[in-house]
Nanobody, 118 residues
Framework: QVQLVESGGGLVQPGGSLRLSCYSS????????LGWYRQTPGNEREMVAI???????NYADFAEGRFTISRDDTGNTVYLRMDALKPEDTALYYC????????????WGQGTQVTVAS
């Protein structure tokens, strides 16, 4: 079982920045990838950015150029730096870990709320 704990959400003005953190009980070297997803009421959860254990990254189109996913040296914390935030970025942001071992195992954190408003 992988435990994920997100932090760093909050209220920010349009154009501002936030850095979200996700602490994983499982080191990234032991998972297929860690990622950030977001969800707004009435909508499906969507991928924001992922980082693989080899350091490869992938971003949603809306995140490209504004958001940066990274990890710390320990491999247990993944960050999402968000710049030039827009009101439409308002959402509950979740951290997800994926382990592939015969089958795919998904683990989710509880989420952290990001609200972009003036």
């Amino acid at each position: 079982q992988v435990q994920l704990v997100e932090s760093g959400g909050g209220l920010v003005q349009p154009g501002g920045s936030l850095r979200l953190s996700c602490y994983s009980s499982e080191n990234i070297n032991n998972v297929n990838h860690l990622g950030w997803y977001r969800q707004t009421p009435g909508n499906e959860r969507e991928m924001v950015a992922i980082i693989t254990r080899r350091g490869g990254t992938n971003y949603a189109d809306f995140a490209e150029g504004r958001f940066t996913i990274s990890r710390d040296d320990t491999g247990n914390t993944v960050y999402l730096r968000m710049d030039a935030l827009k009101p439409e970025d308002t959402a509950l942001y979740y951290c997800k870990a994926v382990i592939v071992s015969g089958k795919i195992y998904d683990y989710w954190g509880q989420g952290t709320q990001v609200t972009v408003a003036s």
